[in-house]
């Protein structure tokens, strides 16, 4: 069955800091692969995405994601954070043709300290 | 950007009271909707998909006769929780794609049944 692992529940950076969420996806295909970000009491809204070609993808508000086909992989990273960075990060695996439906990963909740 | 609307924002009402969501796409046709549940600090669980016409294909555990859900437009889709009960409270939020778009969410529903 289709799955999305994201090993790391809780994360805490200093501001300015490098960051990198990780995220294993299991899948048979090629898969369409997303990053969203959540704020509190609030929806999601999409940080990146891949569906194919090249496998460096660049988001919204600095983030970029690489995905690795020989780790199963699609780790989310960003040079330097910024406290409105501050937030929970889900991603997710479109796990039908057209990626129509997504499965999601647990999230990880990124806390920015000053 | 694409927009999705979703009203209202939280709703507290009594046990056993129906309760309607809608889930508006603002600028741009909507050919599929999807409706999440999202418990306090846990990912989003698909409850049902939904295609313009069509009557919605609900995710397996998901009571069909608890969650209506009418799709009757290419820009508005509405859940409505009926007869709803303590266990029913939760955060729902919507997502809505085009042709050979990512799916971008509404900012949710904070439902509380008293």
């Known amino acids: 069955a289709q799955s999305v692992t994201q090993p790391d529940i809780h994360i805490t950076v200093s501001e300015g800091a490098s960051l990198e969420l990780r995220c294993n996806y299991s899948y048979g295909a090629t898969p369409y692969l997303f990053w969203y970000v959540q704020s509190p009491g609030q929806g999601l809204q999409l940080l990146l995405k891949?569906?194919?070609?090249?496998?460096l993808v660049q988001g919204i508000k600095g983030f970029e994601a690489e995905f690795k086909r020989s780790q199963s992989s699609f780790n989310l990273r960003k040079p330097s954070v910024h406290w409105s960075d501050a937030a929970e990060y889900f991603c997710a695996v479109g796990v039908d043709q057209g990626a129509q439906k997504l499965v999601f990963g647990q999230g990880t909740r990124l806390t920015i300290n000053p | 950007g694409a927009v999705v609307s979703q009203h209202p924002s939280w709703v507290i009402c009594k046990s056993g009271t129906s309760v309607k969501i809608e889930c508006r796409s603002l600028?741009?046709?909507?050919?599929?909707m999807f409706w999440y549940r999202q418990f306090p600090k846990q990912s989003l669980m698909l409850m049902a998909t939904?295609?313009?016409?069509?009557?919605?294909?609900?995710e397996q555990g998901v009571e069909k006769d608890k969650f209506l859900i009418n799709h009757a437009s290419l820009t508005l889709s509405t859940l409505t929780v009926t007869s709803a009960h303590p266990e029913d409270s939760s955060f729902y939020i919507c997502s809505a794609r085009g042709q050979r778009q990512p799916q971008h969410f509404g900012d949710g529903t904070r439902l509380s049944i008293l």
């Open positions: 939904s295609n313009e016409g069509s009557k919605a294909t609900y």
């Open positions: 891949y569906f194919s070609g090249d496998t």
């Open positions: 600028d741009f046709q909507a050919t599929t």
